[in-house]
């Protein structure tokens, strides 16, 4: 279990990522908000106080990388473990050997790169030597920990979410890799920083992608003399994906964004199928836009087809299932799908004239008939006093007045007459107009 090296391998056999792999916190690039001076995870780690912990993020941010340099620090046995090679009978070797460690004195971080992986039987399997102390459980997962892991282990580990590098801080890790000289150093790299934030880009957050890209473009770069040339041309043979227009932390990102959601809006599927491409094939993460297109379901289609949002909920997951590039077909049913669907902003408008009354009427009670009364005190002051519980009575409906009284009357949502939303139009009319009738043969009879 335990990683072990050839005397006969040599530091340049191995791929640029794992040279360039920080040994400790200053070198470690990314996560400011848990490394950054003064933040709770570097004071955890310098302070030799971990605990069990798991790190949860997409690939490529740092999850194995920062389990080792704590491994280091703390002079901690470091067992590398794998969900996906292993087992239960696995678990209880490393267990063993670990709980022989503790008595003399040793201690044991295991490392359990997509923990989320193991099973029940297999996460429990760990509980009892978490709780011993036998050994410091550090588990990666690019799922979230909360469905995936088991609630006993989960609660006896801190989760630290660990974020997407940032394009400036990939630059920054592509520009060390070219002058360190466990990198490229020691040869002489011609790249320009606008090639270096190409492949930044490219890379989605991911450092290994980022490093990994780079080292592909340096070995197939243009050789004169001692000095190798990287070219555009050279980029984009290795991505395979040419120089889009795209900065997805600038204004082409929410150019983009917003040419989607106005082309579903105006009904036009082929600029939305159009947009749609252009964002993912220039690397968007596809989760951003189900989201987006989640939203636009309901601001744009709200119940003139209530489906929409099934459907966009049905992409979102389907994205985060099985991710790019899979997803990118259920990404396009899905906007074809807003696109072609009958539109209302009907709910949006709602909400927002809601809001605002809201905003302006926030010291307006809430009618005693419409309060809860769970003591006698409540009881004796009024509270839920005359309420109708609508399921009591034939239509199933109530003229019990619901709004505070200086909103009395006040209508926010209106339907429109598209797709199905006629439906929900015609039905809350007969209702006001029902409760009309009742307030107006109640006060014929007073």
């Given at each position: 279990?335990?990683?072990?090296?050839?005397l006969?391998?040599?530091?340049?056999?191995?791929?640029?990522?794992?040279?360039?792999?920080?040994?400790?916190?200053?070198?470690?690039?990314?996560?400011?908000?848990?490394?950054?001076?003064?933040?709770?995870?570097r004071?955890?780690?310098?302070?030799?106080?971990?605990?069990?912990?798991?790190?949860?993020?997409?690939?490529?941010?740092?999850?194995?990388?920062?389990?080792?340099?704590?491994?280091?620090?703390?002079?901690?046995?470091?067992?590398?473990?794998s969900?996906?090679?292993?087992?239960?009978?696995?678990?209880?070797?490393?267990?063993?050997?670990?709980?022989e460690?503790?008595?003399?004195?040793?201690?044991?971080?295991?490392?359990?790169?997509?923990?989320?992986?193991?099973?029940?039987?297999?996460?429990?399997?760990?509980?009892?030597?978490?709780?011993?102390?036998?050994?410091?459980?550090i588990?990666?997962t690019?799922?979230?920990?909360?469905?995936?892991?088991?609630?006993?282990?989960?609660?006896?580990?801190?989760?630290?979410?660990?974020?997407?590098?940032?394009?400036?801080?990939?630059?920054?890790?592509?520009?060390?890799?070219?002058?360190?000289?466990?990198?490229?150093?020691?040869?002489?790299?011609?790249?320009?920083?606008?090639?270096?934030?190409?492949?930044?880009?490219?890379?989605?957050?991911?450092?290994?992608?980022?490093?990994?890209?780079?080292?592909?473009?340096?070995?197939?770069?243009?050789?004169?003399?001692?000095k190798?040339?990287?070219?555009?041309?050279t980029?984009?043979?290795?991505?395979s994906?040419k120089?889009?227009?795209?900065?997805?932390?600038?204004?082409?990102?929410?150019n983009?964004?917003?040419?989607?959601?106005?082309?579903?809006?105006?009904?036009?599927?082929?600029?939305?199928?159009?947009?749609?491409?252009r964002?993912?094939?220039?690397?968007?993460?596809?989760?951003?836009?189900?989201?987006?297109?989640?939203?636009?379901?309901?601001?744009?289609?709200?119940?003139?087809?209530?489906?929409?949002?099934?459907?966009?909920?049905?992409?979102?997951?389907?994205?985060h299932?099985?991710?790019?590039?899979?997803?990118?077909?259920?990404?396009?049913?899905?906007?074809?799908?807003?696109?072609?669907?009958?539109?209302?902003?009907?709910?949006?408008?709602?909400?927002?004239?809601?809001?605002?009354?809201?905003l302006?009427?926030?010291?307006?009670?809430?009618?005693?008939?419409?309060?809860?009364?769970?003591?006698?005190?409540?009881?004796?002051?009024?509270y839920?006093?005359?309420?109708?519980?609508?399921?009591?009575?034939?239509?199933?409906?109530?003229?019990?007045?619901?709004?505070p009284?200086?909103?009395?009357?006040?209508?926010?949502?209106?339907?429109?007459?598209?797709?199905?939303e006629?439906k929900?139009?015609?039905?809350?009319?007969?209702?006001?107009?029902?409760?009309?009738?009742?307030?107006?043969?109640?006060?014929?009879?007073q």
């Amino acid at each position: 279990m335990y990683e072990q090296r050839s005397l006969f391998m040599k530091d340049d056999d191995r791929p640029l990522a794992a040279r360039l792999r920080p040994q400790t916190l200053d070198e470690f690039c990314g996560q400011t908000h848990l490394l950054g001076q003064g933040m709770v995870l570097r004071k955890i780690i310098e302070g030799d106080k971990v605990g069990s912990m798991i790190f949860w993020g997409p690939p490529g941010v740092g999850k194995t990388t920062l389990a080792r340099i704590i491994a280091n620090r703390t002079q901690a046995d470091f067992i590398d473990f794998s969900a996906v090679t292993s087992g239960i009978k696995e678990i209880k070797q490393v267990m063993q050997q670990a709980e022989e460690s503790r008595n003399f004195g040793g201690r044991t971080i295991l490392f359990v790169d997509e923990i989320h992986r193991f099973n029940k039987a297999q996460q429990d399997a760990f509980l009892p030597f978490v709780e011993k102390g036998s050994i410091i459980l550090i588990g990666a997962t690019t799922e979230n920990p909360s469905f995936e892991v088991n609630s006993a282990l989960l609660s006896r580990c801190k989760v630290f979410v660990l974020q997407a590098l940032k394009t400036e801080e990939l630059v920054k890790l592509l520009s060390r890799a070219i002058t360190d000289e466990r990198g490229f150093g020691k040869q002489k790299i011609e790249i320009s920083n606008e090639l270096l934030e190409t492949i930044a880009v490219f890379a989605n957050g991911d450092a290994r992608s980022a490093l990994s890209t780079l080292e592909m473009a340096v070995l197939n770069g243009t050789v004169e003399g001692d000095k190798t040339i990287v070219t555009k041309e050279t980029i984009e043979q290795c991505t395979s994906k040419k120089s889009l227009l795209y900065d997805k932390t600038g204004e082409e990102h929410y150019n983009l964004i917003s040419a989607l959601h106005k082309s579903m809006r105006n009904s036009d599927p082929d600029a939305a199928v159009y947009w749609l491409a252009r964002m993912l094939e220039a690397g968007e993460d596809p989760l951003y836009i189900a989201r987006r297109v989640t939203r636009f379901a309901s601001e744009d289609i709200g119940l003139a087809d209530p489906r929409a949002l099934e459907i966009a909920v049905a992409a979102y997951q389907a994205c985060h299932f099985i991710g790019m590039p899979e997803c990118s077909v259920h990404l396009t049913q899905a906007v074809v799908y807003m696109s072609a669907a009958p539109k209302s902003n009907a709910l949006y408008t709602a909400y927002e004239k809601a809001k605002k009354d809201a905003l302006s009427t926030l010291a307006e009670p809430v009618p005693l008939v419409i309060r809860n009364a769970p003591t006698n005190l409540m009881r004796e002051l009024n509270y839920g006093k005359g309420y109708q519980y609508a399921h009591d009575f034939d239509e199933g409906l109530t003229d019990m007045q619901c709004l505070p009284d200086a909103l009395e009357g006040k209508t926010y949502y209106s339907p429109t007459d598209h797709g199905v939303e006629n439906k929900f139009k015609a039905r809350i009319e007969q209702i006001k107009e029902w409760k009309r009738a009742q307030r107006k043969n109640r006060g014929k009879s007073q």
